[in-house]
C-alpha cells in the first residue's frame, strides 16, 4: 500500500519530516521517494537527528536488485563526501 503525500502530512511532524527526507533523497539520487524506506530517526540534539533507511529497488518475482541498492548507496556516498 502506497502512502499518500495527504496521508504523511496528516501524522504530524515526524512524518512530514520523513516525507521530505524521502524526497530530497530521491531527488539528489534520481529515484522514486517509494524507493526509500525510513527505518527510524532518533533525535541527537536541538537541531540534529540520525536517520536510518535503506534503498527498496523494484522487486520482480525472481529477483531483487542488489547491485541498484549498492549503486545508490555508492551515489549517495560521492554526494556527502567532505572534500575539505
Known amino acids: 500500500m502506497?502512502?499518500?503525500q495527504s496521508l504523511?502530512?496528516?501524522l504530524g511532524d515526524?512524518?512530514?519530516?520523513?516525507?521530505?527526507?524521502?524526497?530530497d533523497l530521491a531527488t539528489a539520487l534520481f529515484v522514486e521517494a517509494e524507493n526509500?524506506?525510513?527505518l527510524?530517526?532518533?533525535?541527537?540534539?536541538?537541531d540534529a537527528?540520525?536517520?536510518s533507511f535503506r534503498f527498496v529497488p523494484a522487486?520482480?518475482?525472481?529477483?531483487y536488485n542488489t547491485k541498484w541498492?549498492?549503486?545508490?548507496?555508492?551515489?549517495?556516498?560521492?554526494?556527502?563526501?567532505d572534500t575539505s
Open 40 to 46: 527510524f530517526v532518533k533525535s541527537m540534539g536541538e
Open 2 to 4: 502506497k502512502r499518500t
Open 36 to 38: 526509500i524506506d525510513v
Open 69 to 81: 541498492a549498492t549503486e545508490k548507496a555508492n551515489d549517495l556516498s560521492l554526494l556527502v563526501r
Open 8 to 10: 504523511e502530512m496528516s
Open 59 to 63: 522487486v520482480s518475482i525472481r529477483t
Open 49 to 51: 537527528v540520525i536517520v
Open 14 to 23: 515526524y512524518c512530514e519530516f520523513e516525507m521530505y527526507f524521502r524526497q
